[in-house]
């Protein structure tokens, strides 16, 4: 019995055609099952995420089973034969090390993530429980995650943030540690600072105020983000309140000032205060963060931040290969 | 040697190694995890010594140099204990251990701590309620003084962006830092009150007028700091600025007073 593996990622094909192989996933037990009739194989494993769709299988004869996918996954999706030209195939011992760098995030877009741990998990769960695996399958992705954990233990390739996004809310948590008792105003409705907020909100910060040159934009962004939107002349009155402020305006110009600041101090009681500027040109000046309480980061800081974290995972990439060689060469995995 | 010193030697040593190897963790950026029980293994050394030279002087053991450091010792290990799992800043233990080395390596000097002291006749309850209650009040603001020290270097690494150590990834979050620096200044403040009006109500000798003078000036320090800031309120810098310099001045101020 070989372990193959099929499929298509972010660096082999567009994203029009990995849509046409993505599975949602309430669906991936049953297309193990479909998989595994399709290729007439023992097993089967569906993983499907927005950046890779790929089938893993247990069968007979490798090259057979990957003809036999790969023209009826033709037929099935309506898709001409060039589609083949963006999937790869991967055998044996090179199918398990492929699953081991995919669980380690080394093969992600954004190297070292660790959502793929959990989605993986999710399509071999899906599998395990549709009773699409058997022997190989299922030891194959136990040992993977295994080995996907020791790479993230022993290795640093998951720290640090590597988006400036990222970053700002890394450092909002330096700063206020849960974020659940914190208020965050953004100032100016563009997409960075949508996306920043976010990623505050995700991470628990209790409420937003958004304020713009255009109100209804600043109402509309609000409400998509459950918070309340201010008018812009008002932004200093919030500011009292908050504890981080992101600023991504059009202005030519700085709109924060350091008497801005100075004025709020009172109020505030000298509690920190966050200002996160992802501005070109600067929304805020920069003797801003010469106020002591203030801890003031221009997109430029964060970018290069993330840049040095996305340089030490590069740096981390021969040392998970070592490990990864190193466990699959101790585990004498069944089919490779 | 007596068993007090061996008890002694045994929570510097440990108290030693947990900040060394508290160190070297962080300096590697990672957690450290054992510092918590190495300090637990130096307080429980600590509790010995006091224990038996309790037992000598048949007193509570705040009687010499030796002893008052050994406690203040004891207290600063009390507090981080109870403070620093609390609220998730273990890393204080890395922070405390080494001043607990200090007071304790002081204290084992040889002359600081009297060999053999002799059992104390006819105690007092209110002057060891005094002696005991300062002492803990110490051990709480030496706290807020180590929690302070922590702030400004996270302090200075946020405002300079140098955030790549070790010990900035370990090193907990701001407000939790503020938070726990000013409970433990109420606490210290508080303690620190009681063992000023047990002084009050003790016996007292003309030369111990200076001391309590001494005592009511810090604490005067300690709650004009506190009033400060719970009403008009201060910046992270300047209150552990203030918790650092308050705590060291009254060191001094005790040493020579």
């Known amino acids: ?336 | 040697m007596g068993m007090d010193r061996w008890f002694l030697i045994a929570a510097t040593l440990l108290a030693a190694v947990g900040g060394a190897w508290g160190m070297i963790s962080v300096h590697q950026g990672k957690r450290s995890h054992w510092t918590v029980i190495w300090m637990i293994g130096v307080f429980l050394c600590q509790l010995g010594f006091l224990a038996v030279r309790g037992q000598m002087r048949a007193a509570c053991p705040l009687m010499d140099r030796g002893e008052i450091l050994s406690f203040l010792a004891w207290s600063l290990t009390l507090f981080y204990l109870l403070v620093g799992p609390a609220y998730r800043i273990s890393l204080l233990g890395v922070f405390t251990a080494p001043v607990v080395v200090l007071f304790q390596a002081v204290a084992l000097i040889p002359g600081t701590l009297v060999v053999n002291p002799p059992k104390q006749a006819g105690g007092n309850a209110w002057h060891e309620t005094h002696s005991a209650m300062s002492v803990l009040a110490y051990g709480a603001l030496a706290l807020a003084a180590v929690a302070g020290v922590m702030f400004l270097v996270l302090d200075r690494q946020l405002k300079e962006h140098h955030l790549k150590s070790g010990l900035f990834r370990n090193l907990p979050p701001v407000r939790e830092l503020l938070i726990s620096l000013e409970r433990l200044l109420w606490l210290g403040g508080i303690l620190l009150t009681i063992g000023i009006m047990a002084g009050f109500l003790m016996p007292r000798t003309e030369a111990a007028w200076g001391h309590l003078i001494a005592a009511i000036a810090v604490w005067a320090g300690y709650a004009l700091l506190l009033g400060v800031k719970q009403v008009r309120g201060l910046t992270g810098r300047r209150l552990s600025l203030s918790a650092v310099v308050l705590f060291v001045l009254s060191l001094v101020v005790f040493a020579f007073v």
């Open chain 1, 1 to 336: 019995m070989d372990l193959l593996c099929l499929g298509l990622n972010h660096r082999t094909a567009p994203v029009d055609v990995r849509e046409r192989f993505a599975v949602s996933s309430t669906k991936l037990g049953a297309a193990a099952n479909e998989l595994i009739a399709l290729a007439e194989a023992s097993e089967g494993v569906v993983i499907s995420t927005c950046n890779r769709t790929e089938f893993y299988l247990a069968a007979e004869n490798a090259r057979d089973s990957f003809e036999k996918i790969e023209t009826r996954l033709a037929e099935k999706i309506q898709v001409d034969s060039s589609v083949a030209a963006h999937f790869y195939r991967k055998e044996k011992n090179e199918a398990a090390k492929h699953l081991c760098r995919v669980v380690s995030g080394l093969d992600s877009m954004m190297l070292g993530e660790t959502e793929i741990f959990g989605q993986v998990k999710q399509a071999y769960q899906s599998a395990l429980e549709s009773g699409a695996t058997g022997i190989v399958l299922n030891k194959v992705f136990q040992r993977a995650f295994g080995v996907g954990k020791k790479v993230r233990s022993e290795t640093s390739i998951q720290e640090g943030s590597t988006s400036v996004g990222n970053v700002a809310v890394d450092l909002a948590e330096k700063i206020f540690g849960h974020l659940k008792n914190s208020e965050v105003m953004i100032l100016g409705a563009g997409e960075m600072s949508r996306i920043t907020a976010q990623s505050l909100v995700s991470r628990g910060a209790r409420s937003i105020f958004v304020a713009n040159r255009s109100f209804d934009r600043a109402q509309e962004l609000a409400t998509e983000m459950g918070g309340s939107a201010v008018r812009f002349d008002d932004w200093q009155s919030v500011l009292s309140r908050v504890d981080v402020v992101i600023s991504s305006t059009g202005a030519p110009h700085a709109i924060v000032h350091r008497a801005d600041v100075e004025k709020a101090r009172r109020a505030r009681k000298y509690r920190p205060l966050f200002f996160i500027d992802i501005a070109v040109p600067r929304d805020i000046d920069p003797a801003v963060g010469e106020i002591e309480e203030v801890y003031l980061y221009d997109i430029d800081t964060l970018e290069q931040l993330a840049e040095e974290a996305r340089t030490r995972r590069q740096l981390q990439i021969e040392q998970c290969e070592r490990i990864i060689e190193m466990e699959l060469d101790k585990l004498n995995l069944p089919g490779t």
